[in-house]
């Protein structure tokens, strides 16, 4: 697949869906932002961006956040996946 249609399969509704999930993944966990931003490596600002669905976030990084707090990769993105299978465009 062209890199060019990847815009029209990563929808920004879902990359704002991710990003919801991301950030209720670490309040779960009872991870601050400061915290994860610190072990990540990152500015606190780039990881506001990600979890507000600013910036693009791709499946490494995903593994690496859900690592550090703790969170299953497999646990996490089924329930994403149902979330935007059903919901769509939400």
């Not at 209720?24 to 991870?31: L, S, T």
């Not at 506001?48 to 707090?69: C, F, H, K, M, P």
Request: charged share 20%; proline share 6%.
């Amino acid at each position: 697949m062209p890199a060019a249609a990847f815009g029209r399969v990563v929808t920004r509704r879902d990359r704002h869906a991710l990003a919801r999930q991301l950030r209720q993944a670490r309040i779960n966990a009872d991870w601050k932002q400061q915290d994860v931003a610190i072990a990540l490596g990152i500015p606190v600002p780039t990881l506001s961006q990600i979890e507000q669905g600013a910036r693009e976030i791709d499946l490494l990084e995903v593994r690496a956040y859900l690592t550090t707090i703790g969170v299953p990769f497999v646990d996490f993105v089924a329930p994403v996946h149902l979330h935007l299978s059903t919901h769509g465009d939400d």
